[in-house]
Every structure is written in C-alpha cells, then in structure tokens.
C-alpha cells in the first residue's frame, strides 16, 4: 500500500504524465462542446476510418516522425533547426523525379519520368547526408548544434527553389499519393508510416545500449567518452537519423499535397517538434529522453490546431490559441507545480496509511 | 584573545526524508577564531553550514548572531547579516573579470552607470589584501583555481561579512596555494571575523584551526581546542571505530619476475609533455608523485589517450597498442578514474546502475546491449562489494556524497576488468573513512594481478601503497624511487631540487 502510493507521488513528478492529463484535459473540452467529437466512422467506399481523433493521429505524423529524431539530438543537449528545410528539400527532389523537366512533360498526370524507386529512395539518402553534415560540424567541428543547424535551415529552402528552378510542380502519380493519402488496415497511410517510425526508433534506442549513450553523451560529454563512448559517432548517428526521418516526413507531407513547395513545405516545423520533444518531458539541457513523452507532445500540438479548426475559432486567432494552451502546459509541467501535486499526494498517501 | 561568541547553535535538528540529518547538534563559533568544522561524508557538515546560511531550514533548535535569534531565508538573507559561505565549487562566472565578479550584483553606481573605475580600483585594494598583485581586469578564467577561491573569498568578505564559512577550500589548491590561502585566513581571524572551515585534509586542520567540532552520523561528537587532540584520536572520533585498518594496509607483494603489464617508451603529446617513459609490472603499483601540473596527469591521459601521443610506444601486455582514444585503450584493457570526477567522471543525470555498466557496455559497442537485469545484477554486485551506501542502484549518481561517486567510477572500472588502471587523485576530497576503502581497494586488486598507477598530492598514501614511486617535476620524470625504503622528505627533496 505504502508502495502504491509512493508511486502515486513519483507519477506526479513525472512531466509524462502532466502531458497525458493535458491531452486528456484539451480532448475533455472537445467533448463537452461537441459531443460527436469522439466518434469515428467507417466509410466503405474508401475502406477507411473517419473521425477527428483518426485525424489528430494522422496530421501529426509529420511532426511525430521528425521529433523522434528532435528527442535524440535534445537528448544530447542540441537542436536541430534544419529539420522544416529538410521536408521542402525532400519534397522538392521527390517532385523532381516524378516530373522532372516540364516543359518536355507539361501537365501533370498519373506518371512518373523516373524509376519509382528513385522519387523514394533519392530525397531519403539527401536529407540523410544533410543531417551527416549537420552532426560533423557538430561533431567535429564543435559548433554549436543550434548554429550549425542554422545553415541548413537557411540554405536548405534555396537547393529546394534551384532544384526546381523555383517552380511548383504537381503531379498526380498515384502510386506517390498512396504514401500521403492511401490506407491500410483502414487507417490512414501517415499513421501505418508514423507507427512503424515510432517502434524502429525505439527499438534502435531501447533495445540496443544507444539510448544510453545518447543520455550518457547529453548529460556528460567528457565523461563518456572517457568511458570510451565514442561520442563522435553517436552524434553523427543522431544527426543523420534527424535527417532521414525529416526526409520521411518531407514525403508525406508533399503526397498529401502531391505537389513541393519550397516556401511552405515544413514551415515552423522545426519550433513544433522541439515543442512536442519538450511538452514530452525530454529536458533541453540533455539528458534522459522520453520518446512516448514526445508522441504525446505531438498529439497535443495536433489536438490544439484540430480543436481550433473544428470550433471555427477565426483563423487570425489560432496561432494566439495554440500558444496559450501550450503555456498552460508548460506551467502545469514546471518543477514548482509537480512538486506540489507530488508532495499532496505524498502527504495524502501518509494521513491514509 | 578568545571572543565573545558570535555564533550561536543550540539544539538544531533537521529532519529530511526518512534521515535525521542533524540531531540536536550544538555549535558555536567565536570572533576571531579559525574553526574547524569535521566529520565523515554524511556526518551533516554540509547541512549545518546550510541552516546557518539559510539554503537548509531547522525543524527546531535556535540560532543567535550577536546574541539575536536569526531565521535567515536563504543565502542572501544570511549575507546581508554578515554570514558569507564560499562553497567548494567557486560559483563564480569565469568570463566576467576578476573584479566583476567580486561586485556582481552590488556593482558601485555613479550618475546612473556602473562606476567602473571605482569597481575596478577596490577590487585591485582588496586582492592585494590577500598579496595578490594581479590585473583584476582579466576574465577570472584567466587565473588559476587558487586566484578563482581568493575571489570567491573577497567577494564573501566585501560584503562586511562578520562569520566566513569556507567549504573544501583547499581540495584543488597545490601547497603554495594552500599557505597562501592560510595567510588570507589568519588575517582575516586577526581583524576578529569567525572563521569556519570545513577539509578532509587533517594536516590542514592542525596547520590553521583554533578549534574544531566533530560530527558523527548527525550527532554531535564535541568541541575541542586544536592541542585537546591528536590525529589518530581525531580520525577515531571522526569514524566512530579504530582506524587500524589504514594503517595496517600492507603494498602489494609483486615477484621480481612479474610479466611487464604496461611498458611505454619515450612517449610525448608534442606539447606539454616530451620524452615520458614506463614501466609497470603485473599487480605492481606506481604512485605518480609530484606538484599540481608537474605533467603527472598530463601523462595519464596519454596512457589512456584521452590526449593523444603524437610520438613514441606504448605496450600492453607484451603488445603494441595504438592509443588514439579512451576507446582504443578501454580495447587494450586499460582504465582511467581521471582527476576531475565531477567533469570527467561521473554522470550526475544517469543512475547508478547506468554509470557503473558504461564502461562494460562501451566496450561491447551498442549493437550488443546488456538487458537491465544484467546490469542490475552487475550494479548490486559492486555496490555490495565497495559498499556505495545507496538504497538501490537507481538512484542518481549525481545525488551520491564524494565518496562514494568515486566509488562508482571505481566499480565503473572494476566491471571491466582491466589490466591497467590508472586512478588520478581518487581519494580527493573524500573523508578519511573513504580513501582507506579506496586504498584498501587499490591494494586488491593489484593483489588479483592488476598493474595500478596511482596519482596523488598526499605523499603519505603514496608511499603507504606504493611498490614503486615515479617523481615529476615540470613535466618531465626526475626520478624513480622504492615505495618500501623512501620517506616524505626523500620525494619533497627530489620535486624540490629535481635530482635524485
């Protein structure tokens, strides 16, 4: 009984938790206002399943995808603020290989120039080497990860504006669509992609010991690689997996548009996934990382914009909206406040037993 | 001339958690007094200063200044009634200059602007009070650890401080600097200020203290004067048991004929140290003796290629390694506890279990993790095996006393089993309980056949331990010398004139 509720007081302390009740909180109010809010529905003709929990999942997936990546490089104390450049690059060298030159391919259709396989494969080993070069001029370079990432985040939109020599191209390539706008197992195709991100990353951080380095490298750099981490290699690793998994993220994001756009392609992306690795828990100075803490953080930030959306709440307004609920959480996540839920529910605990 | 007191503590107990950290402890402190303040890790040494500057509230018991009863809130409360602490890490900022740092916060004003003139003219009057002849205007990063402590002290002292209470002062100050901060101290005393100093060093005590109170487990042990008792009655009070046990510490037994373990030859880092060679035999122990940087670490961490050694060899084990990082050497079966455990050693935010199984698992690479049993069962092993006091392994590292961090990153060690270890300065700072496990420790392992440098500022562990004793002195070996047949004045000799 002691046991239980010593854990009680250790929950509170957790910021995991407060994000949980957050989220169940904001969807609480969902729920009072609308009451339909919850429903999900089956459309036969699609095959899919609709409802505007189905879609917070499915418009987070970008920002779920690359914020694994954002908990790794938090977790080592950085950030990494190329992540939004990285989607348009992707984006941009995907539409390039399905349309390639257009004046000799003028209108869009159910096509491809190149090999399907390039319009994947091509934009993902691109952003991956982009993060390689952010995580050598970290690693070995010693800047800072915030400037470093400064230069991509910056040029990172013109090689996307001279890769397509600053056009937009649509295309309408079925097989592309299927990645941002097909389905499996009635879900969303974004959400199958999301879930299989989540699980690979964290097997590769929790099943094997570079979850415990990347902490061990965040908190204590010297130290670690004095216990022969090779501190290097795992940053460059984090850096790289950063990219890639924007990479993936640039790919849905312009097959649910099926189209790039270098200018708003990613936008911000790079503020919302610090937001969701911190409203998760994983603290900016480095450290322990908590990946479930950041899918939560994702689905709030998701649930904010939706919850907006769906109350017709004037579209001037929603960036002011958005900032307010996730003041709230912060201050509900803020140590004073935790330990002061903790320490009632400890004292709780003592007068029962 | 004894004072009046100005201090007064009766009765303080603080309760945290499940501990009685201080129980009904009595203290008391005069004007003009240097008082020593004693007690093993964990005794409430830390604690009490903390009631008295505020950081810690009492659950009961009084405190009198000046016959007043004070309840002070926190650290500045404390200071503005004349209570200064200087903790043992210089809370200072080491980019702002020197006399910045000594008026952050209450910076003199002249027309609305900081006077800068004036800042920079009493600072300069206040170190050369200390006999610091130094430009105040140069970064504080710029001077060394012993000028960064005599900041922290005129910063505490500028404030019309009535009570100074220095924390660890001394732990990474050489002897001169030592002597130069005693000098501070005594004047200060002289000008009639109370003085409380907390160090592990026992030496220390006898050299500056008037007075020193033991505590024990949060018990008060009592108050005495500095010729009431000596040494060896001293550490017994301080530990509770006979200390026979440091003192029957026998150096390792190592046959002439014992394989070479650790042979390196004419190693240099291309800058600070040139031609350096060595020479170590299975579960031999060499104690590295010598002044702060005399190149004793400097030739550590090219063993361990934490700096590279751009030329010369190193052989482990009748084999020639390739040293280029810690990496490569954990490879070669070495290991290193190197000197700064806070920055180089432990890691504060990971748990115990997770510190002691880093080395093991680095090692392995990531691909091949170990499960959490596995390094649970590992963590209990050694936690029970060096005694680290701790409720369980999950525990923050960070959150350990000295001691016993240390003892991790011994255990840390440990599981790897290396055959070199090179531990620099691992009894620093620890209470006299602790370096006699550390040392008992070392002595064991040589004992299973592990070859062990051991590098410390305290000519008497070295000797104590020693097989072997390797003198440096500007950042070149000077001498050899038998652990068995060398006394202090023989090694002091040899750092001082530099020949054998």
């Not at chain 2, 020593?36 to 509230?57: D, F, M, P």
């Not at chain 2, 700072?429 to 370096?435: R, S, T």
């Given at each position: 009984m002691a046991g239980k509720r010593f854990d009680i007081a250790g929950l509170m302390q957790s910021k995991v938790t407060w994000a949980v009740i957050a989220e169940a909180l904001i969807l609480l109010v969902c729920f009072m206002i609308r009451p339909d809010f919850f429903s999900i529905s089956?459309?036969?003709?699609?095959?899919?399943?609709?409802?505007?929990?189905?879609?917070i999942v499915n418009r987070s997936a970008e920002i779920t995808i690359i914020s694994m990546g954002m908990t790794l490089v938090i977790a080592l104390g950085g950030t990494d603020l190329s992540v939004g450049a990285l989607v348009a690059v992707a984006g941009a060298i995907a539409l390039k290989f399905l349309r390639w030159d257009v004046l000799t391919y003028t209108t869009p259709g159910d096509y491809t120039v190149y090999p399907y396989i390039l319009v994947i494969a091509v934009p993902l080993v691109v952003c991956a080497l982009m993060g390689l070069f952010n995580g050598f001029l970290v690693a070995k370079g010693g800047i800072q990860p915030i400037i470093a990432t400064l230069i991509?985040?910056?040029?990172?939109?013109?090689?996307?504006?001279?890769?397509?020599?600053?056009?937009?191209?649509?295309?309408?390539?079925?097989?592309?669509?299927?990645?941002?706008q097909g389905s499996f197992l009635c879900l969303p195709m974004p959400i199958i992609i999301t879930v299989i991100v989540v699980v690979a990353v964290a097997l590769f951080t929790r099943r094997t010991a570079f979850g415990a380095f990347v902490e061990s490298v965040g908190v204590n750099p010297s130290a670690s690689r004095l216990s022969g981490i090779k501190a290097g290699s795992v940053i460059l690793l984090v850096f790289m997996i950063t990219g890639l998994l924007s990479g993936i993220a640039g790919l849905i994001y312009s097959s649910r548009i099926m189209s790039n756009d270098s200018n708003n392609a990613g936008l911000n992306f790079e503020m919302d996934a610090i937001l969701a690795v911190v409203i998760g828990g994983t603290n900016m100075a480095g450290g322990k990382f908590s990946l479930a803490g950041t899918v939560v953080g994702s689905l709030i930030i998701r649930t904010i914009v939706t919850f907006v959306y769906y109350f017709g709440i004037v579209a001037e307004a929603t960036m002011a909206f958005k900032a307010l609920i996730i003041a709230v959480v912060i201050v509900l996540q803020s140590e004073p406040v935790r330990k002061y839920f903790a320490r009632r529910a400890a004292m709780k605990g003592g007068v029962r037993a | 001339m004894p004072g009046k007191n100005i201090l007064e503590m009766r009765g303080i107990t603080i309760e945290f958690p499940g501990v009685k950290a201080l129980d009904g402890v009595d203290f008391s402190l005069r004007e003009g007094e240097i008082h020593?303040?004693?007690?093993?890790?964990?005794?409430?040494?830390?604690?009490?200063?903390?009631?008295?500057?505020?950081?810690?509230?009492k659950d009961s018991g009084t405190i009198l200044l000046d016959g007043h009863e004070i309840n002070p809130s926190g650290p500045n409360e404390a200071m503005t009634l004349g209570i200064s602490t200087v903790f043992q890490e210089v809370n200072l900022c080491p980019n702002l200059s020197v006399a910045e740092n000594i008026f952050v916060g209450r910076q003199p004003m002249k027309r609305g602007q900081i006077d800068w003139s004036e800042i920079n003219r009493r600072a300069e009057e206040l170190m050369s009070r200390f006999h610091l002849d130094i430009d105040v205007t140069r970064p504080l990063s710029y001077y060394s650890t012993a000028v960064q402590q005599m900041t922290a002290i005129a910063r505490a002292v500028d404030v019309q401080a009535k009570i100074l209470i220095l924390d660890e002062p001394t732990s990474s100050l050489d002897e001169n600097e030592v002597q130069l901060l005693f000098s501070v101290m005594r004047q200060l005393r002289d000008s009639g200020m109370g003085i409380i100093f907390i160090t592990h060093f026992l030496d220390q005590i006898y050299a500056v203290s008037d007075r020193m109170t033991i505590l024990r487990n949060g018990h008060l042990v009592g108050t005495y004067n500095i010729d009431e008792l000596g040494k060896f009655e001293l550490v017994t009070k301080m530990v509770g048991k006979d200390m026979d046990v440091i003192f029957s510490l026998k150096r390792a037994n190592v046959p002439p004929d014992a394989p070479v373990m650790l042979k390196a030859e004419h190693i240099g880092d291309g800058s600070r140290i040139d031609d350096m060679s060595l020479t170590l035999r299975k579960g031999e122990l060499v104690g590295f003796?010598?002044?702060?940087?005399?190149?004793?670490?400097?030739?550590?961490?090219?063993?361990f290629g934490?700096?590279?050694?751009?030329?010369?060899?190193?052989?482990?084990?009748?084999?020639?390694?390739?040293?280029?990082?810690?990496?490569?050497?954990?490879?070669?079966?070495?290991?290193?506890?190197?000197?700064?455990?806070?920055?180089?050693?432990?890691?504060?935010?990971?748990?115990?279990?997770?510190?002691?199984?880093l080395a093991v698992q680095s090692r392995k690479g990531f691909m091949h993790p170990m499960t959490k049993q596995e390094q649970t069962e590992l963590a209990d092993k050694y936690i029970a095996l060096l005694g680290i006091a701790t409720p369980d392994c999950e525990k923050k590292a960070g959150e350990l006393s000295g001691g016993n961090q240390q003892k991790v990153i011994l255990a840390?060690?440990?599981?790897?089993?290396?055959?070199?270890?090179?531990?620099?300065?691992?009894?620093?700072?620890?209470?006299?309980?602790?370096?006699?496990?550390?040392?008992?420790?070392?002595?064991?392992?040589?004992?299973?056949?592990?070859?062990?440098?051991?590098?410390?500022?305290?000519?008497?562990?070295?000797?104590?331990?020693?097989?072997?004793?390797?003198?440096?002195?500007?950042?070149?070996?000077?001498?050899?010398?038998?652990?068995?047949?060398?006394?202090q004045q023989d090694i002091l000799r040899i750092i001082a004139e530099g020949a054998a």
């Open positions: 089956y459309q036969p003709s699609t095959g899919m399943l609709y409802g505007s929990l189905i879609d991509l985040m910056v040029c990172g939109r013109g090689v996307a504006q001279i890769l397509t020599d600053g056009k937009q191209f649509t295309t309408g390539y079925s097989p592309f669509r299927v990645i941002g | 020593s303040l004693l007690g093993e890790n964990g005794a409430g040494k830390s604690t009490l200063i903390k009631c008295i500057n505020g950081v810690n509230r003796a010598g002044l702060l940087g005399s190149g004793r670490t400097e030739t550590a961490e090219m063993l934490a700096t590279r050694a751009v030329h010369g060899e190193i052989f482990v084990d009748g084999e020639k390694v390739s040293i280029r990082t810690p990496f490569d050497a954990i490879q070669a079966e070495e290991a290193f506890c190197p000197e700064d455990r806070k920055r180089d050693g432990i890691i504060g935010d990971l748990s115990i279990r997770e510190n002691i199984m840390r060690w440990m599981a790897a089993s290396p055959k070199v270890l090179i531990l620099d300065e691992p009894t620093r700072g620890i209470d006299i309980g602790a370096k006699a496990e550390i040392q008992r420790l070392m002595l064991e392992m040589c004992g299973e056949g592990v070859s062990v440098i051991f590098i410390s500022s305290e000519l008497d562990e070295i000797i104590r331990c020693s097989n072997r004793i390797v003198i440096m002195r500007d950042r070149a070996k000077v001498a050899e010398v038998d652990g068995a047949s060398c006394t």
